[in-house]
């Protein structure tokens, strides 16, 4: 069975960091395209981080870049996102996705080029 489940999500205050974790199952990440999705009330899902499929490539909006790491682990299937310098506007749902059918034309950083989803984890940010 196909299945991605995030964890790590919490309550941090603002300069603080936090780790999220995405368990895979069903398929490998290792050969995958995936990809870090946050969404707060009211807006819509923007991507804050993606690996390539051969893992040698990482990208990350502007509101990320220098704060948020995206790594792979393949022995245990499962890709991570450290969030460094935690700010108030970060506190979000946190959703893991996964490109498991690649083909055409895509942007990596945009929730429709991804087909598989968790059901995400919390993140709250105190100033």
């Known amino acids: ?11 941090v205050q603002a300069g603080g960091s936090l780790r999220l ?4 199952s069903g398929f490998t990440v290792s ?6 999705f946050r969404q ?4 819509e899902r923007e991507g804050v981080a993606t690996i ?5 490539t990482t990208a990350f ?13 393949s022995t245990k ?14 506190a979000a749902m946190y959703y893991c996705a996964a490109r498991r059918f690649p083909g055409g034309s895509y942007s990596t950083l945009t929730a429709s080029s991804y087909d598989t989803w968790g059901q995400g984890t919390q993140v709250t940010v105190v100033s």
């Open 31 to 36: 050969n995958t395209r995936m990809g870090w």
């Open 61 to 73: 909006p502007d509101s990320a870049k220098g704060r948020f790491t995206i790594s792979r682990d």
């Open 77 to 90: 299937n499962t890709v991570t996102l450290q969030m460094d310098s935690l700010k108030p506007e970060d």
């Open 40 to 43: 707060a009330p009211g807006k």
């Open 1 to 11: 069975q196909v299945q991605l489940v995030e964890s790590g999500g919490g309550s």
């Open 21 to 24: 974790y995405c368990a895979a």
């Open 52 to 56: 390539s499929s051969t893992g040698t």
